[in-house]
């Protein structure tokens, strides 16, 4: 996999900025393998990513920040440079549902989400089959036995302990405490087995189940300390009728959330999502 | 195009009912052209209907319904048989935004929808233009001249003038009164811009975009006295993104809304949808 | 999981001849947990599939079957009844490419595929991870020190072994000769990756990308001698644009091959299709 | 509508491009509404829209063309240079089937394509109907009593005299001759009804119907002289089942040809699709 930096910039809109960044650019001989801009016209927010390979770059990681940090500040910009080749530090939680889990593992596996796992942590032992074998350390976090102060404080600890830097909740269902939300905001993605803002909270096959829908969905968020309302980053939905039980439906569902997921985890660890207020830009 | 009963049935489920009704059939020589068959497994309904020729049957309509009511009383059904060269009288309501009337006078032009459409009543006068070409009287009810109660008379009295069996709202905007509701119960359709139950109410366009969802919808249910709560026949999404503004979203929203009432209107005409509480069993 | 029998039938439409059928499952008790019907109008086919419960029936496997058999005879049928507690023994064959094993063999392990996986073969060794951690055994059939011939007896001897119902190729990569696709015939199904009969035989996302399509998609089919040519079961596609190369196309099209392989190995485990001539009816 | 100029450009991909067209816009005070860019990384080639509101620039149109010129050559670019205000004329040729027409004339009736539509072109004279209503001038091409060489003469007299940048066979259903095809190269889209390359040449439906495929689809193309293998603007498809008729397939794959078809016009219009080679790129 060839290296690329990826500079991702958020800032107010102003005329002559591409022309400073890509004169940046060209200036040290980048060649560009992608490019994507967005313009908020309600809020007159700019959005970019550029994916730089850095065969022809005549500047390495720390000297590309110390020359752009003038140009950065000029225009008021939030941004960052990563390094394709540093890979992201990843923390599965999971619980009694296995179908997110093994499918990031597996995709991990693979090669196709370009991060390392250090740590799986479930709130039941039972994943401990599929950590093993993916020879990923698992803790299992007894909140029964803790009770849920403890218990997350515990993994608060753990997250600190492997570096982590980010948090996917991969059918997790605990609700995490507010100061947890804070501490990992924009940085923890959670599935959620609806359509969005659709059948929020508990049980959200049985909610469609009972209004009768005739589309069921999962929706890819980051985790906000308000519940099922944090930035979506994807959506997917399936077509059902009558004849599908509540059962069927769980079925069905499973394959949206392993799908949204899977999307919204390698968008992210590719810096392709930027957070605006309660939205996100997703240059998929 | 071929002449056929609808023989559509729900009822407590009971072994030998299927066995029964089939037997009546055959009896009579019934050439069946589609069967379907649902059990509510959770409640213990039972809903069937069947397609019948009518160029082998030994029984006209009047007769087959004389022979068949101790049978259905036996089993206790809710049923009708419904005589496909009889078309049903459907009332188009619209307002400004002609999409979806045009879509459905199209398809009826064109034979794709088996009715007869002998009236088209309008909020403003806009639609006039369309009625006259498709050669449907059009009546301008004028509710801001006349006040939201008297319109509602009016429409009323023209619905009943017209003998009409299913009333359509194709984007009509207004609120239709409770008593309307109650006496249109099961035979008026609407069409609401979102995947319900997600963003009911008033602008839904706008509600998706400060959510910033990554789908969108439109909903085709039955029109019942609590808005948009009614059982939902059908529903269409489309994929959008953070580069949709909300004026695209009405744009990409409205063919959503053009299939989902097409198809909900032809389920209800060729009388494949039975109500069973607050849901559909719809056999597309 | 409850226990069902599911007759399974096709024969020529003949009026009375549901009504035969059911009035059989009445008299011996048989409720009904789920019933579908297809008539072929243009060849006069009649297909049917009756999913009942054990419960209250009054017959076991052998004594329905014996009592069952003349009516079957007097209508023609093609028809089976099987046992929803007897699971069919599948065998995986895969090469180099985990997604589609993988996907099965969890699928598999948490009980939505309700049958036995008594063996996996490999044409490279690299599947036998996999195949240990689920404990099923894993045959290496070397295909290149063994040369095709030698190497499809050695296949041909392991099914018969390990008395195989059916036949999963999950991304086998190898083409089967004549004799073992008619042997087979009906008992084995593929995952092609394309939307057939578009880009069939090699490199087909290599072709879809060439010829610039839009949507991309995998194929799940039964095997015949005719490669790629064998009844359809089950299609997916996905959409793409020009920003997805080559390798974003096989990334995307693997999420297609899983779903549509996964669908169409439990529509055949449970029954669901019927071949007749070159297509399929599904019973989804 | 906000007046814009959109800049297409295509040419091999160099470090310093992208920098030196945003440095001429930020010098002429160029607000840019939209922005894409895409390299493909196989052929080296770069392409870029830019849609730039005329509200802030400082250059009219052809003065724009004139100061941009010499950068063009310098960076060997095809490119242009679009004016919102200016309207395209296009030519809508039609045959029997009206669904497609129908729609593309209510979507520019109420906006939705920013276009002309000065002449309508039937072989038959039953479409005449919808153009008198949308007051578009009608001609009836008699292609059985002129013949196809005489006709086709006709057709392209008719699209000169009424000055027509594009050509949009709505379900035309004849075969453009090679000469006119040569002629209106990327300035002709067709709408093929199914998922090509599947299903080419004449009858796709009853291809489909025949292959017992799971999904049907269309496709909006550019017209070139070898049948059905022009470059891809857009695809549609839909979920199909046995229980499909030919007839219903026909009625759905309607539904794919009218958004295929009104995406790909409308794409055209607004300047987002490039051609190279077979394949487009398409800023959608």
Redesign the interface.
């Given at each position: 996999m060839q290296q690329t930096f990826r500079l991702v910039i958020d800032c107010p809109?102003q005329?002559?900025?591409?022309?400073s960044v890509?004169?940046f650019?060209?200036d040290h001989?980048?060649?560009?393998?992608?490019?994507?801009?967005?313009?908020?016209?309600?809020t007159g927010r700019f959005?970019m990513r550029h994916e730089i390979s850095t065969d022809?770059l005549k500047l390495d990681h720390q000297s590309f920040v110390k020359e752009f940090t003038p140009l950065a500040n000029e225009y008021q910009m939030n941004w960052k440079l990563s390094d394709s080749s540093k890979k992201q530090r990843v923390a599965l939680l999971a619980s009694l549902e296995?179908?997110c889990l093994?499918d990031l593992l597996?995709r991990w596996h693979?090669g196709?989400l370009h991060c390392d796992i250090p740590v799986i942590i479930g709130n039941h032992p039972q994943m401990k089959q599929f950590a093993d074998?993916y020879k990923v350390p698992f803790h299992w976090v007894d909140f029964k036995a803790l009770g849920k102060e403890a218990a997350f404080a515990q993994i608060t600890t753990l997250l600190q302990e492997y570096k982590i830097d980010l948090t996917v909740l991969a059918r997790f269902m605990q609700i995490l405490p507010d100061t947890l939300c804070q501490e990992l905001e924009g940085k923890a993605i959670n599935i959620h087995h609806s359509?969005?803002?659709?059948?929020a909270g508990a049980k959200p096959y049985q909610q469609a189940y009972d209004?009768?829908?005739?589309?069921i969905?999962a929706t890819c968020h980051y985790v906000t300390k308000d519940l099922d309302e944090g930035?979506?980053?994807?959506?997917s939905?399936k077509?059902i009728?009558?004849?599908d039980?509540a059962a069927d439906m769980v079925?069905k569902g499973k394959?949206c959330e392993v799908?949204a997921l899977a999307h919204g985890v390698r968008y992210h660890l590719e810096d392709r999502v930027i957070i605006h207020r309660?939205?996100?830009?997703?240059f998929?």
């Open positions: 809109d005329i002559g900025l591409v022309a890509s004169q650019l060209a001989n980048a060649t560009i393998v992608e490019a994507s801009h967005h313009t908020d016209l309600q959005f022809s296995s179908h093994v597996h693979t196709e074998w359509f969005l803002p659709s059948f209004r009768g829908v005739k589309l969905g930035p979506i980053i994807e959506q939905v077509r009728s009558h004849s039980s079925r394959d799908t309660n939205k996100t830009v997703v998929a």
